[in-house]
């Protein structure tokens, strides 16, 4: 056992509280991290909130990054020293898994929401003994060490902060990854993202690097937007004020966008952004949403149109692929994710919580 400092979830729209908790043995099949940042993420939010159902008392936390201390019998991917940025965890051994859509594991509520190893055990305790749920996306990051599965862990380039790689775990690998690897758009077509947040700007920089030549923005806050256009939109629309698919096809001359990615989840905002598409374009989801959440869409109209309707998880990655493949185009300047984060220390991650929530702070990443 080990004596660690964490962010609790003990009470279901409630502030994290800081403990001291005991953390138990590595086993086999696992890693332990000293963690040196951690991403706060939407998805943190509505576990905290008891939209997701993990059991608390429990520690969140899923964009972690650190140096490995150790290294169970059977871990083959990192040794002691190594840098790590950690990612959601998956089975290995599901259909989808042994088919490289990890993203897609059949067993992903249990392996990243369950609070528990396979075995039903939890690497936490309190002081007294009582439980407290672990292997939050397999890590649960949101404290000074954890023990995380092996295939949460990705090994990245020892020259490159931390502290900066921290988000491509979880948000910034789900816009990015939403657009190259799954939307793939043509060089010179056009792409939309709704809400520039983590998400949304980490797709706008993402439809750069493809090759897009018309990238629009939509956002209600007039500084995302700004932040849009610095890393790569060609166009921004305040949906406050104005109708945004009259927009969309404004900007388009009429043609409808190639490719449009919702990152709100909002059915509001959603629904309305098919008559924005055109031809044969597609229209993604990454938002998440409360179990039970619906959007009607227009049907008649729109059916000539031939269009694609989609959600994607975790950008549809293989995270040890596809994170090193970020991180050289942040090496490379090509994907500024720098510009987005605003740190915070360890004891203010209520406040990173609350800054996020406000929209004053686009990446909240928590530094020990």
Known sequence: MTTITAAVARVH???????????????DNEVRVKMVATGVCHTDFIVRDGVYPTPLP???????????????????RVKAGDHV???????????????GQMAYCENLFTQDFGGRRDDGSTALSAQDGTVVSSHFFGQSAFSTHANVVESSVVQVDPAAPLETLAPLGCGMQTGAGSVLNELRPPAGSSFAVSGAGAVGLAAIMAARVAGCTTIVAIDVHDSR???AKELG?????????????????????????????DTTGIPGVLAPLVGALSIRGTLALVGAAAPGTEAPFE???????????????QGSSVPQLFIPRLVELYEQGRFPLDKLIQHYKFDDINTAFADSASGVTVKPVVVF
């Open 13 to 27: 729209k409630a502030p994290l509280s800081l403990e001291q908790l005991q953390l138990d043995d590595i086993r």
């Open 58 to 76: 429990a520690v969140l936390g899923h964009e972690g990054a650190g140096i490995v201390e150790a290294v169970g019998k059977a871990v083959t």
């Open 85 to 99: 940025v950690m990612s959601a965890a998956y089975c290995t051994h599901c259909t989808e898994c042994l088919a």
């Open 225 to 227: 937007l700004e932040l």
């Open 233 to 261: 939109a060609t166009h921004t629309v305040n949906g406050r004020d104005a109708d945004v698919a009259d927009e969309l096809m404004r900007i388009t001359g009429g043609r409808g966008v190639y490719n449009i990615l």
């Open 299 to 313: 049907i008649g109209q729109s059916l000539v149109k031939g269009w694609t309707f989609k959600t994607i998880v």
